[in-house]
């Protein structure tokens, strides 16, 4: 019997618009894991749930500690919305025990098997984790910046979601603008590849140590703005970690679902 879950094997992309251009490009990978599947992928010799393995996937390392379909559930009752029926997460996994996931996104559908909602979990370099809901009903796919993430941008900034159903491939995409004028253009594209050990075993030796490769990134791309002369906003306002959410609002809900959320068949543009 096939799998749901898959591997997508892509490219992260970031294009900073101002005050001075920046962009920058990896090769990376994410994992696409249906909460009902995790004890067969349990299985593989090379992947274990909350065990060492080469790869691996932890519910630590997501939602508050309770089992994460009641996370899950929680954040989506928040919304004023049903129980979800599947649940699907893009992340990385760890790899040798390490993984650091600036953006897990998580696929909500309904027990029709229709979108239901969409839940961004954002996790920042300070070990704070902070989650946005937005029903896949709601007028607007966007939500105002309510959590600290990047030492070279302010705050008062807004998001602008964009994705397409994970497929055949898949795109996130965030447009970040602040006072209305874009800011930051973020996105990752990948290809869908079976989740087997034998498909583990390439991707471990075609992207070697992926997800250290991410935080060392990360700080290298922090020095390169730096010596561009962008200006650091220092976290003032540091919270233990906990898992902190941003309701939909203050936007109106549609009557229908919004196909510009989550597109059955093609890509939608997206950014972060």
Avoid at 53 to 75: C, E, I, M, T
Avoid at 122 to 149: C, G, I, M, S, W
């Amino acid at each position: 019997m096939s799998l749901n879950s898959a591997i997508y094997v892509g490219q992260v992309v970031h294009q900073r618009h101002r005050p001075k251009k920046h962009s920058l490009r990896y090769r990376v990978f994410s994992l696409l894991i249906d909460l009902d599947e995790l004890d067969r992928l349990d299985g593989l010799r090379r992947f274990g749930h909350n065990r060492r393995a080469l790869f691996s996937f932890r519910d630590a390392d997501h939602g508050d500690g309770q089992p994460l379909r009641d996370w899950v559930n929680d954040k989506l009752a928040a919304e004023g919305l049903p129980e979800a029926g599947r649940v699907r997460l893009l992340c990385y996994p760890r790899i040798l025990g390490y993984v650091f996931n600036p953006l897990t996104v998580w696929y909500c559908d309904d027990a029709a098997g229709e979108p239901l909602a969409t839940i961004y979990e954002v996790h920042n370099t300070f070990k704070e984790r902070h989650t946005y809901v937005l029903p896949a009903n709601a007028a607007e796919q966007a939500a105002d910046k309510a959590f600290y993430v990047s030492p070279f941008i302010d705050m008062d900034c807004r998001y602008e979601f964009r994705l397409s159903a994970p497929e055949e491939r898949v795109r996130v995409a965030i447009n970040e603008t602040q006072g209305g004028q874009p800011l930051l253009y973020a996105a990752f594209t990948g290809a869908r590849r079976p989740f087997s050990d034998a498909e583990l075993m390439r991707l471990f030796f075609s992207h070697p140590l992926m997800t250290l490769k991410v935080t060392a990134g990360i700080h290298w791309e922090a020095l390169r703005l730096i010596l561009k002369g962008i200006r650091i906003r220092w976290h003032t306002d540091r919270k233990p970690p906990a898992d902190h959410h941003s309701k939909a609002g203050p936007f109106s809900r549609a009557p229908r679902k919004n196909t510009s959320l989550i597109k059955r068949n093609g890509a939608a543009s997206t950014s972060d």
